[in-house]
């Protein structure tokens, strides 16, 4: 099955810093979708990058994709506390009209 | 717009017991899906409808697991007798149109706990 792995599993940095994290995947994809799950509530989309795109930006976030390498960035500038939440990206599996979501990066932003 | 509604958020049973959920999709979204999520996890689909049919249920535990989206809104799902190990977070999601690739809409969840 298709299944995003995200990398670091935990991060945590200081308020103003820049977090990227990363997703691995195994094979051929169409769209690759990035969520952010604040504690107790339910995931939110941020962004999905399809599969001739190479970068995409929302506000404080930026998405990359290397199809080559198979694999994904999500870089958060100027972090918030706000911003303390998981990450989990999706991708579809294959032959399936589903996404897989992976295990998440737990970020947490230090005042 | 009004986001996904599910009830209730939390629910505290017994093992053996029963439980219910309940999902009220975004208006208009032809797809629906039911997650459970483990603490520490991400989101493992259970079930997918696109309108009242089910899609995929591969991993719905079918033993004890059923789910029914009555008149394509609406959604149900249950847990008829509940393990220690279905405690976890059920999210409901939607989406509009009927490919499960496209930007899902989440709600709060419910959190069960099987004592």
């Known amino acids: 099955s298709q299944q995003g792995e995200e990398d670091p599993q935990a991060l945590s940095i200081q308020e103003g810093e820049n977090a990227t994290m990363n997703c691995s995947y195994k094979?051929?994809?169409?769209?690759l979708q990035w969520y952010r799950q604040n504690s107790g509530r339910g995931l939110v989309h941020l962004i999905l990058?399809?599969?001739?795109?190479r970068e995409k930006h929302s506000g404080r976030l930026r998405v990359t994709l290397d199809t080559s390498k198979k694999s994904s960035s999500l870089l958060i500038t100027a972090s918030r506390a706000a911003d303390t939440a998981s990450y989990f990206c999706a991708t579809p599996q294959t032959g399936a009209q589903k996404l897989v979501f992976g295990q998440g990066t737990r970020l947490t932003i230090n005042p | 717009e009004a986001g996904v509604a599910q009830s209730p958020r939390y629910k505290i049973i017994e093992k053996r017991q029963s439980v219910a959920f309940w999902c009220n999709p975004i208006?208009?979204?032809?797809?629906l899906y039911w997650y459970q999520q483990i603490l520490g996890q991400g989101p493992k689909l259970l079930i997918q409808?696109?309108?009242?049919?089910?899609?995929?249920d591969s991993q719905l535990p079918k033993d004890r697991f059923s789910a029914e989206r009555l008149k394509g809104v609406d959604s149900t799902l249950k847990i008829q007798p509940a393990k220690l190990e279905d405690s976890a977070v059920y999210l409901c999601?939607?989406?509009?149109?009927?490919?499960?690739?496209?930007?899902?809409?989440f709600g709060p969840g419910t959190r069960l706990t099987v004592l």
């Open positions: 409808f696109q309108n009242n049919g089910v899609v995929d």
């Open positions: 208006s208009g979204h032809a797809t």
């Open positions: 990058i399809r599969s001739n795109e």
């Open positions: 999601a939607s989406s509009l149109g009927t490919s499960g690739l496209n930007e899902q809409f």
């Open positions: 094979t051929s994809i169409n769209n």
